[in-house]
RNA sequence: GCCGAUGUAGCUCAAUGGCAGAGCACGGCUUUCGUAAAGCCGGGGUUGUGGGUUCGACUCCCACCAUCGGCUCCA
């Protein structure tokens, strides 16, 4: 490769009309240029040439750009080797793909580089290490979160200051049990839909067992029941005298004998780790006869969901296989949507503002039509996409549209932040459904006297508090913003003999509720002041003996700023304004009611 | 799930077929010190798990598990 850069070889672009290319690439065998070239727009196909025809000449089909000349290539390295699926297609074959980067010179090189090295200090996964923030443990299983006391503060403090916005916003806290029924899931379609990417059901007999298998088979097979299905039936009969009792109707097509089945199931069924919150929502929902007067229905839940993921996907905090979303499910009239999905945008768009998470975009996720995956009509579909649509251009947002990223049972819209390596991570999310509330025949009764049907709104603002945190980690670098540092002060005593009034300062912080700790070990002051930095806490709090005379406090930063000395109740006052103001200013009652 | 790499003390990492080590952290003692690391001593390991090769395995081979980087997936 040093050869090639010395000799500055220049490419040369040219176009072939397809017909004369086609031959060509046929002739030269190889299978995947030509696939590319057969899927390439265009009557003419762009080739790259460099070198002199025989020696070291290289001819490539590109659609390019290319460098001018490889003498621009003054640094390169190869990063990494990783397999990737021909097109992106897990059906097809995987090839190596070798990545690397070349910049103008070693020295925007070294500097890339040593960016990579910075961005990886603020990997989530290395600081909540460092800051015991979290822990994973293999024993307890891989992509199952143990919150550490520091994350767990960090978590609290969130939901505690969703949970305050949730009320104002006319949300119901509700709380549900994080396993159900496997036949809730059969009818909200999540079983046996997303079967891989879930826990397998716990069954509570061998017969509920079989009869799910019983159910899967029947659900196979449209027409007529097929062999392997009447003989699983036929075994289940020999054991089971009820169920020989009624018969099967293999000769009827798959919705009767489901029905059946699930019947038997009704009494004796397996239970799901649930992946999602909604069915129990809308068991709450169901559980009275709803008004148009109580709409709409919002009801919030800090949900726990388990989602088995693939063990390649599976990423520190960021991809896990068990989480909690600031979830609710919003019950509404046709006529309430617009105003609803707005409420849920501004929600997201609040939540992001108040960690200063601004640089993130918003993805519209539509179905993909030619896919079989989504679940209820066109109309449903046509009236949810536009109503999604209305939200985002009523709020003025930019937004991408993205064919194939919606629910199965409704498009959405997505608030995407990158990590500190530039991979994307979805976090808030707003979904439409008109398609859950008619598999469970949710009604309310309209002013005319009549059931309707309502609309539902899933949403969750942050998405999930681990993705989240473990997002926040990054986006601060672990230097959390006062209201949300697990340690928001360390006390650090010069010696002994301000050991006293150092604890005195302790508790003064102590009395508002500032989260302190006091650092009264035998180390000097340098090993102290270094500890406290290392650990992000905002406030280091020099006392000493100058201090205790005073009834002052030294105020350094953890960014290593000299913030001078200050009355301790001035110093503790501040904080709690600080605190407060949850970084940013709040408008004052006068400011508020203009 | 797929491709590849990695797995040694709580953490970061040495030891390449011949007695498993260092720094930090942890415990004890000395020290009481003014803004990013005081000193001494000590405890700590079935080298991811299971098999195999070998006189002998952290080291070589196989399987599994986990992690990391991609791919695919992501209700």
């Known amino acids: 490769m040093r050869e090639i850069v010395k000799d500055d070889r220049p490419f040369t672009r040219y176009e072939v009309p397809r017909d004369e290319a086609m031959p060509k690439l046929r002739a030269e065998g190889n299978l995947y240029k030509i696939d590319n070239a057969e899927r390439a727009d265009g009557d003419s196909l762009s080739f790259y040439v460099t070198g002199q025809p025989g020696e070291g000449r290289f001819e490539d089909l590109c659609r390019g750009p290319h460098v001018p000349s490889t003498g621009r290539i003054g640094a390169y390295k190869v990063m990494n080797v990783a397999g990737a699926y021909w097109h992106g297609d897990a059906s097809k074959q995987m090839l190596q793909r070798v990545y690397g980067t070349t910049w103008p010179d070693k020295k925007a090189l070294n500097d890339y580089l040593q960016q990579l090295e910075e961005a990886r200090k603020r990997d989530h996964r290395r600081l909540g290490q460092e800051l015991g923030l979290f822990t994973l443990d293999p024993s307890v299983g891989p992509g199952l979160v143990l919150w550490k006391p520091n994350g767990a503060i960090v978590r609290h403090t969130l939901e505690e200051t969703i949970r305050q916005e949730l009320l104002r916003r006319g949300y119901q806290p509700v709380y549900t049990p994080a396993i159900g029924k496997l036949d809730l899931y059969r009818t909200s379609g999540h079983y046996p839909y997303y079967k891989d990417s879930q826990y397998p059901p716990l069954f509570e007999s061998r017969r509920a067992e079989r009869l799910n298998k019983l159910w899967e088979l029947a659900r196979g097979n449209e027409e007529r029941a097929s062999d392997e299905e009447v003989a699983l039936y036929n075994e289940l009969a020999e054991q089971h005298k009820d169920l020989a009792e009624f018969g099967y109707p293999a000769a009827a097509p798959a919705e009767e004998r489901l029905k059946r089945v699930r019947a038997w199931l009704a009494q004796e069924d397996g239970y799901l780790l649930r992946p999602m919150n909604c069915p129990h929502h809308v068991k709450i929902y169901a559980s009275e006869k709803r008004s148009y007067r109580d709409l709409p229905v919002r009801l919030a839940e800090f949900g726990n969901v388990y989602r088995f993921e693939q063990?390649?996907?599976?990423?520190?905090?960021?991809?896990?296989?068990?989480?909690?979303?600031?979830?609710?499910?919003?019950?509404?009239?046709?006529?309430?949507?617009?105003?609803?999905?707005?409420?849920?945008?501004?929600?997201?768009?609040?939540?992001?503002?108040?960690?200063?998470?601004?640089?993130?975009?918003?993805?519209?996720?539509?179905?993909?039509?030619?896919?079989?995956?989504?679940?209820?009509?066109?109309?449903?579909?046509?009236?949810?996409?536009?109503?999604?649509?209305?939200?985002?251009?009523?709020?003025?947002?930019?937004?991408?549209?993205?064919?194939?990223?919606?629910?199965?049972?409704?498009?959405?819209?997505?608030?995407?932040?990158?990590?500190?390596?530039?991979?994307?991570?979805?976090?808030?999310?707003?979904?439409?459904?008109?398609?859950?509330?008619?598999?469970?025949?949710?009604?309310?009764?309209?002013?005319?006297?009549?059931?309707?049907?309502?609309?539902?709104?899933?949403?969750?603002?942050?998405?999930?508090?681990?993705?989240?945190?473990?997002?926040?980690?990054?986006?601060?670098?672990?230097?959390?913003?006062?209201?949300?540092?697990?340690?928001?002060?360390?006390?650090?005593?010069?010696?002994?003999?301000?050991?006293?009034?150092?604890?005195?300062?302790?508790?003064?912080?102590?009395?508002i509720g500032l989260r302190v700790m006091i650092d009264d070990s035998d180390d000097r002051i340098g090993a102290k002041i270094r500890r406290a930095t290392m650990q992000k806490i905002p406030y280091i709090l020099v006392i000493g003996e100058q201090e205790a005379a005073g009834g002052l406090v030294n105020v350094r930063t953890r960014e290593g700023k000299q913030l001078g000395s200050h009355k301790l109740l001035d110093f503790v006052h501040a904080c709690a304004i600080e605190v407060n103001e949850r970084g940013q200013k709040k408008p004052t009652p006068a400011e508020s009611v203009s």
Not at 326 to 349: K, S, W, Y
Not at 425 to 439: A, F, H, K, M, S
Not at 476 to 481: K, V, W
């Open 311 to 511: 063990s390649g996907e599976v990423h520190g905090m960021t991809r896990v296989r068990g989480f909690t979303q600031d979830d609710a499910h919003v019950f509404c009239t046709p006529d309430q949507l617009p105003a609803e999905i707005n409420g849920c945008v501004d929600m997201a768009r609040q939540a992001l503002k108040m960690v200063q998470l601004d640089d993130y975009r918003v993805r519209i996720g539509l179905r993909d039509p030619k896919s079989d995956k989504y679940i209820g009509s066109n109309e449903n579909w046509a009236k949810s996409e536009a109503a999604i649509r209305a939200a985002v251009q009523t709020a003025n947002i930019n937004y991408t549209e993205e064919i194939g990223e919606a629910a199965f049972y409704g498009p959405k819209i997505d608030f995407v932040v990158k990590d500190c390596l530039g991979r994307e991570w979805q976090l808030g999310t707003i979904q439409v459904d008109y398609n859950l509330p008619e598999r469970f025949d949710l009604t309310y009764i309209g002013d005319d006297n009549q059931p309707h049907r309502p609309v539902m709104v899933h949403r969750a603002p942050l998405g999930s508090f681990e993705r989240f945190v473990g997002i926040l980690i990054e986006h601060f670098a672990g230097a959390f913003p006062l209201w949300l540092a697990p340690v928001q002060a360390a006390v650090c005593t010069v010696s002994d003999k301000s050991l006293e009034y150092g604890r005195k300062v302790f508790e003064a912080c102590a009395q």
